[in-house]
Structures are given as structure tokens and as C-alpha cells.
T-cell receptor
């Protein structure tokens, strides 16, 4: 089963709210990723976790806070977002971290910041 | 440094005709190359992957791609387009520790 699940599917939040995005995989993968995708653009890498440790942070603002509680779960905590943060947020996983490994993507969370 | 260029931002074909989506890459070492498809408001789905085992790679849904080192190309083809193939397609090259995405090609399929 090559499935990555994400919840919620849609999220609308105000600029003062705190919310979290959740991602789960049961493929035994040891690398997990968060991407941000704006309309008509390719995904942009935000964070990489390898063996539950943050290995890459692509200079993402601190209002985005990732967390990897265990090897199957990945969270993205959101606080004090701006309207320009509205986007599709995609989670992905791969067997190991590194560009040579194919990544499996979840369906995404459509985030709207009002 | 690794980079990837998708030569067409939009491709339009008629149902039942061949599909060709073009991709050129640049890499300082032997790369891994991927094609992903994204249907509207969906996540990305892996179509196929090249990792030097064979230059002609077969993927899901009748797609295939040929790795040509001399041309630094990895074009995606399908003999006969189906309406359900209408989507955004991304050519991707392996970076040192992440994937490098092309800008995408939007494929439209007309009846």
C-alpha cells in the first residue's frame, strides 16, 4: 500500500488562529517531507525529516513549525499565518532521505488564510 | 548543480492521438529521473522512475519515458491519449538531498 494520508482536506483559518496539519504513512518509510504548492506552480520543499529528526529546513518562516512524533506521523503546526500562506500543503514520504528515492505524496490540505 | 526544464508549458492533443511531453535535465552526476502527474486538486502520483537500470522506462497508465544521456532528455510518451490523462505533469531530477521539479506541463485532451 503506497498511501499517504493527510487531514484535514480543507482548512480555513484566521491570521490569529493556531491549527495543525497531519500526515500519516504506514509504508515503513524513514523520510517524510512537507511541501507548499501555489496554483499553477510546482511544489516547493519546506521541511525534511529523516529518522524522525529534522534534516532540512528551507528557510521557512517560524510561523510554520513541523513535528515528527514517530516514524509514521508528521505534523505541521500553524500560527499567525498571512494570507499569502494560502496554498496546497503536501506531505510526502520516501524509503530514505535523498533525491534518488521516489517520494509518495498525500492528497494535500487546501489551506485558506483569511 | 541539478536542474530540469520542461520545454512546453501547455500541450493539447485529441483523444486517441499520441502524447509527447518534453523534458531536458542537467546533472553533474548520473541522475535519478521521475515523472509525476497531478490531477486538479489532488496530490502528485508517481508515473515512472529512471535509475540507470534501463533507458526505456515503462510506467503506469500506458506511459513510458526514454532516458537519452547524449541529449540530456527524458521525454514522456503515451501512444494514445485518454480523456482521463488531462492533468499537470512534472519532470523531476534527483538533487543531492531533495527532488528538483520542473515547472510543469499542462496536458489538455480534447474529444
Amino acid at each position: 500500500d503506497t498511501e499517504v494520508t493527510q487531514t484535514p482536506k480543507h482548512l480555513v483559518m484566521g491570521m490569529t488562529n493556531k491549527k495543525s496539519l497531519k500526515c500519516e504513512q504506514h509504508m515503513g518509510h524513514r523520510a517524510m517531507y512537507w511541501y507548499k504548492q501555489k496554483a499553477k506552480k510546482p511544489p516547493e520543499l519546506m521541511f525534511v525529516y529523516s529518522y524522525e529528526k529534522l534534516s532540512i529546513n528551507e528557510s521557512v518562516p517560524s510561523r510554520f513549525s513541523p513535528e515528527c512524533p514517530n516514524s509514521s506521523l508528521l505534523n505541521l503546526h500553524l500560527h499567525a499565518l498571512q494570507p499569502e500562506d494560502s496554498a496546497l500543503y503536501l506531505c510526502a514520504s520516501s524509503g530514505l532521505a535523498g533525491g534518488a528515492y521516489e517520494q509518495y505524496f498525500g492528497p494535500g490540505t487546501r489551506l485558506t488564510v483569511t | 548543480a541539478q536542474s530540469v526544464t520542461q520545454l512546453d508549458s501547455h500541450v493539447s492533443v485529441s483523444e486517441g492521438t499520441p502524447v509527447l511531453l518534453r523534458c531536458n535535465y542537467s546533472s553533474s552526476y548520473s541522475p535519478s529521473l521521475f515523472w509525476y502527474v497531478q490531477h486538479p486538486n489532488k496530490g502528485l502520483q508517481l508515473l515512472l522512475k529512471y535509475t540507470s537500470a534501463a533507458t526505456l522506462v515503462k510506467g503506469i497508465n500506458g506511459f513510458e519515458a526514454e532516458f537519452k544521456k547524449s541529449e540530456t532528455s527524458f521525454h514522456l510518451t503515451k501512444p494514445s491519449a485518454h480523456m482521463s490523462d488531462a492533468a499537470e505533469y512534472f519532470c523531476v531530477v534527483s538533487g543531492y538531498n531533495k527532488l528538483i521539479f520542473g515547472a510543469g506541463t499542462r496536458l489538455a485532451v480534447h474529444p
